[in-house]
Protein backbone atom coordinates (compact mmCIF):
# COMPACT_ATOMS: atom_id res chain seq x y z
CA UNK A 1 0.00 0.00 0.00
CA UNK A 2 1.58 3.46 -0.78
CA UNK A 3 2.00 5.74 1.88
CA UNK A 4 -0.20 9.09 1.55
CA UNK A 5 2.64 11.47 0.90
CA UNK A 6 3.37 9.22 -2.24
CA UNK A 7 -0.23 9.35 -3.11
CA UNK A 8 -0.93 13.14 -2.28
CA UNK A 9 2.14 14.09 -4.33
CA UNK A 10 1.11 11.75 -7.32
CA UNK A 11 -2.42 13.67 -7.31
CA UNK A 12 -1.06 16.95 -7.18
CA UNK A 13 1.34 16.50 -9.74
CA UNK A 14 -0.79 14.96 -11.98
CA UNK A 15 -3.21 17.49 -11.52
CA UNK A 16 -0.90 20.11 -12.46
CA UNK A 17 0.52 18.46 -15.10
CA UNK A 18 -2.86 18.48 -16.76
CA UNK A 19 -3.54 21.65 -16.05
CA UNK A 20 -0.54 23.37 -17.81
CA UNK A 21 0.98 20.19 -19.91
CA UNK A 22 -0.54 18.12 -23.26
CA UNK A 23 -3.28 16.32 -22.53
CA UNK A 24 -2.19 12.93 -22.74
CA UNK A 25 -5.08 11.09 -21.32
CA UNK A 26 -7.48 12.63 -23.97
CA UNK A 27 -5.45 12.03 -26.90
CA UNK A 28 -4.67 8.61 -26.14
CA UNK A 29 -8.50 7.50 -25.00
CA UNK A 30 -9.63 10.01 -27.98
CA UNK A 31 -12.32 12.13 -25.35
CA UNK A 32 -12.10 14.70 -22.96
CA UNK A 33 -13.54 13.79 -19.87
CA UNK A 34 -16.81 15.76 -18.68
CA UNK A 35 -16.88 18.59 -16.54
CA UNK A 36 -18.49 16.24 -13.44
CA UNK A 37 -15.74 13.91 -13.74
CA UNK A 38 -13.20 16.67 -13.76
CA UNK A 39 -14.84 18.32 -10.61
CA UNK A 40 -14.57 15.44 -9.00
CA UNK A 41 -11.53 14.52 -9.54
CA UNK A 42 -10.74 17.69 -8.44
CA UNK A 43 -12.66 17.51 -5.16
CA UNK A 44 -10.88 14.28 -3.97
CA UNK A 45 -7.39 15.84 -4.80
CA UNK A 46 -8.42 18.55 -2.37
CA UNK A 47 -9.68 16.17 -0.22
CA UNK A 48 -6.45 14.32 0.17
CA UNK A 49 -4.64 17.50 0.85
CA UNK A 50 -7.02 18.45 3.30
CA UNK A 51 -7.00 14.99 5.10
CA UNK A 52 -2.56 15.29 4.83
CA UNK A 53 -3.12 19.14 6.06
CA UNK A 54 -5.08 18.32 9.19
CA UNK A 55 -3.68 15.31 9.97
CA UNK A 56 -0.26 17.11 10.27
CA UNK A 57 -1.38 19.90 12.18
CA UNK A 58 -2.98 17.12 14.88
CA UNK A 59 0.61 15.66 15.10
CA UNK A 60 1.83 19.53 15.13
CA UNK A 61 -0.73 19.95 18.24
CA UNK A 62 0.07 17.05 20.10
CA UNK A 63 3.52 17.92 19.69
CA UNK A 64 3.17 21.55 21.19
CA UNK A 65 1.06 19.79 24.16
CA UNK A 66 4.04 17.53 24.65
CA UNK A 67 6.47 20.27 24.75
CA UNK A 68 4.09 22.84 27.07
CA UNK A 69 4.36 19.68 29.83
CA UNK A 70 7.88 19.39 29.97
CA UNK A 71 8.02 23.16 29.70
CA UNK A 72 5.90 23.07 32.90
CA UNK A 73 7.91 20.67 34.92
CA UNK A 74 11.06 22.17 33.80
CA UNK A 75 9.44 25.38 35.28
CA UNK A 76 8.12 23.73 38.83
CA UNK A 77 11.78 22.34 38.78
CA UNK A 78 13.09 25.97 38.60
CA UNK A 79 10.93 27.29 41.09
CA UNK A 80 11.62 24.65 43.59
CA UNK A 81 15.60 25.00 43.10
CA UNK A 82 14.46 28.95 43.71
CA UNK A 83 12.96 28.30 46.53
CA UNK A 84 15.90 26.32 47.90
CA UNK A 85 18.28 28.76 47.17
CA UNK A 86 16.53 31.57 48.56
CA UNK A 87 16.03 29.79 51.79
CA UNK A 88 19.62 28.77 52.58
CA UNK A 89 20.41 32.04 51.56
CA UNK A 90 18.03 33.87 54.26
CA UNK A 91 19.16 31.42 56.70
CA UNK A 92 22.42 32.43 56.28
CA UNK A 93 22.02 35.71 56.25
CA UNK A 94 19.79 35.85 59.87
CA UNK A 95 22.41 33.41 61.35
CA UNK A 96 25.17 36.01 60.83
CA UNK A 97 23.14 38.78 62.21
CA UNK A 98 23.02 36.80 65.29
CA UNK A 99 26.12 36.75 65.96
CA UNK A 100 27.03 39.90 65.88
Do not use: Y
Not at 13 to 28: E, I, P
Not at 71 to 82: A, F, I, T, V
Amino acid sequence: MLSTKTITTVSITGMLGSLFGDRVVANVVGGEMPWFAQFGLCGLFGFLLWWNMERGDRRTAKGMEDLKDEMGGMRSDLKSGQDTTHRLLSEALFQNRGVK
